[in-house]
């Protein structure tokens, strides 16, 4: 399957700054990501859909000017947190869905990021 | 919009055992694929078992099968011969074949195994 690279898996930033956070497929080429925000014990909150070479797509709710996302390629996907504050604190994780033309096959994840903003 | 729900915020198996963890989700929907995801303390959610909505069969891989009952609306997890590295977070989720890029997950069950 789908090998998905997550980097950093943990960043701590000053309120106020910005963090970028990659997510690559090593092993696909991958027109679409997606990236999804999951608070203490709870689920995973889809933000947006990213597309190669074209604007993400974002769920209700998420600022698009605060979540930075750009996917300039078929293999890496970014997603910049722009003037960071404390409750933008989370775990951030990417992911890539298989198959084209195959939506049997679930999403492969990145190993995920934790984000702490002080 | 289609939601997943799972009852269950914790459950607790002894080693060896068998345990059924629970998932229910509505849809209008006739063609979707459920899922059920693995999330260790790594927090690498890990793809355990999945389940074609136009299949009656129901998944299994090894030691995991799950019980689909379409009419229901139900998919439940049942892990047998339970093991020390099955300890984790469980979320079932569901996917559309209409708008496969959006997958709905569930709040998740957490899963402790007692040796």
């Known amino acids: 399957g789908a090998v998905v690279s997550q980097h950093p898996s943990r960043v701590i930033c000053k309120s106020g700054t910005s963090v970028k956070i990659e997510c690559r497929s090593l092993d696909f080429q991958a027109t679409t990501m997606f990236w999804y925000r999951q608070f203490p014990k709870k689920s995973l909150m889809l933000m947006a859909t990213?597309?190669?070479?074209?604007?993400?797509?974002?769920e209700q709710g998420v600022e698009k000017d605060k979540f930075l996302i750009n996917h300039a390629s078929l293999t890496l996907s970014t997603l910049t947190v722009t003037s960071a504050h404390p409750e933008d604190s989370s775990f951030y994780i990417c992911?890539?869905?298989?198959?084209?033309?195959?939506?049997?096959?679930?999403?492969?994840f990145g190993s995920g990021t934790r984000l702490t903003v002080v | 919009a289609q939601t997943v729900t799972q009852s269950q915020p914790e459950m607790s198996v002894q080693e060896a055992e068998t345990v059924t963890l629970s998932c229910t989700y509505d849809?209008?929907?006739?063609?979707?694929?459920l899922f059920w995801y693995k999330q260790p303390p790594s927090r690498q959610m890990i793809l355990v078992i999945r389940q074609e909505a136009y299949k009656q069969q129901n998944a299994t891989e090894n030691r995991f099968s799950v019980n689909f009952q379409k009419a229901a609306k139900s998919f439940s997890l049942k892990i047998s011969d339970s093991q020390l590295g099955d300890a984790a977070m469980y979320f079932c989720a569901y996917r559309s074949a209409a708008a496969p890029g959006d997958m709905r997950f569930g709040a998740g069950t957490r899963l402790t195994v007692k040796p």
């Open positions: 992911s890539v869905s298989r198959g084209t033309g195959d939506f049997s096959w679930g999403y492969t």
């Open positions: 990213s597309n190669e070479g074209s604007k993400a797509t974002y």
């Open positions: 849809t209008s929907e006739s063609d979707y694929y």
